[in-house]
T-cell receptor, first 115, second 113 residues
Framework: ETGVTQSPTHLIKTRGQQVTLRCSSQ?????VSWYQQALGQGPQFIFQ???????GRGNFPPRFSGLQFPNYSSELNVNALELDDSALYLC??????????????FGPGTRLLVL | AQSVTQLGSHVSVSEGALVLLRCNYS??????LFWYVQYPNQGLQLLLK??????LVKGINGFEAEFKKSETSFHLTKPSAHMSDAAEYFC???????????FGAGTTVTVRA
């Protein structure tokens, strides 16, 4: 059984650019959640995808968008990057929708630096 | 709305001493509560979770936490610290009818030899 993987591990972009981060969910999981963890803070929920549809969103602007594919892998896209977008982006997968009875398994994250 | 407060951003303990990390939460409905650990340059690993069963929850690596509704607390303890326990620990909450985790700011644990 493979765990949650994310790519790339590190990324440097400049203000105004666009970025795409990728996540492969754990085998058998159909739900993916994305979190942003700024330096020295706890993760903040961005959004969740269940069976290719957005299932809920946190307090993030529309320039943060996502996709989930038929194999349940997922992408996080951020347009018009701002300096404050510099953070560790974590992906978590689980099985089942809207149920925290199911454990979320986190990937190692992608560290994004915006200059 | 739900939120989590972790008391103490840094905790230093001696090897073999008790580890106590404090977490208080607010939630408008019965909560599910979690403790995660994050080692340097890694993602989050679940230590334990409370989902309205037993109030004393045992997790991995010798950690346990007790849910106290009257105190709105979910403190994490380990009787005897190991050097390998040095990491950052996050408490998180979600309402039982929701799925969005709200995390505390984290507590960094250092273990002295």
């Amino acid at each position: 059984e493979t765990g949650v993987t994310q790519s790339p591990t590190h990324l440097i972009k400049t203000r105004g650019q666009q970025v795409t981060l990728r996540c492969s969910s754990q085998s058998g999981h159909n739900t993916v959640s994305w979190y942003q963890q700024a330096l020295g803070q706890g993760p903040q929920f961005i959004f969740q995808y269940y069976r290719e549809e957005e299932n809920g969103r946190g307090n993030f602007p529309p320039r943060f968008s996502g996709l989930q594919f038929p194999n349940y892998s997922s992408e996080l896209n951020v347009n018009a990057l701002e300096l404050d977008d510099s953070a560790l982006y974590l992906c978590a997968s689980s099985s089942g929708r809207a149920s925290m009875q199911e454990t979320q398994y986190f990937g190692p994250g992608t560290r994004l630096l915006v200059l | 709305a739900q939120s989590v407060t972790q008391l103490g951003s840094h905790v230093s303990v001696s090897e073999g001493a008790l580890v106590l990390l404090r977490c208080n939460y607010s939630s408008s409905v019965p909560p599910y509560l979690f403790w995660y650990v994050q080692y340097p340059n890694q993602g989050l690993q679940l230590l334990l979770k409370y989902t309205s069963a037993a109030t004393l929850v045992k997790g991995i690596n010798g950690f346990e936490a007790e849910f106290k509704k009257s105190e709105t607390s979910f403190h994490l303890t380990k009787p005897s610290a190991h050097m390998s326990d040095a990491a950052e620990y996050f408490c998180a909450v979600t309402p039982s009818n929701d799925y969005k985790l709200s995390f505390g700011a984290g507590t960094t644990v250092t273990v002295r030899a």
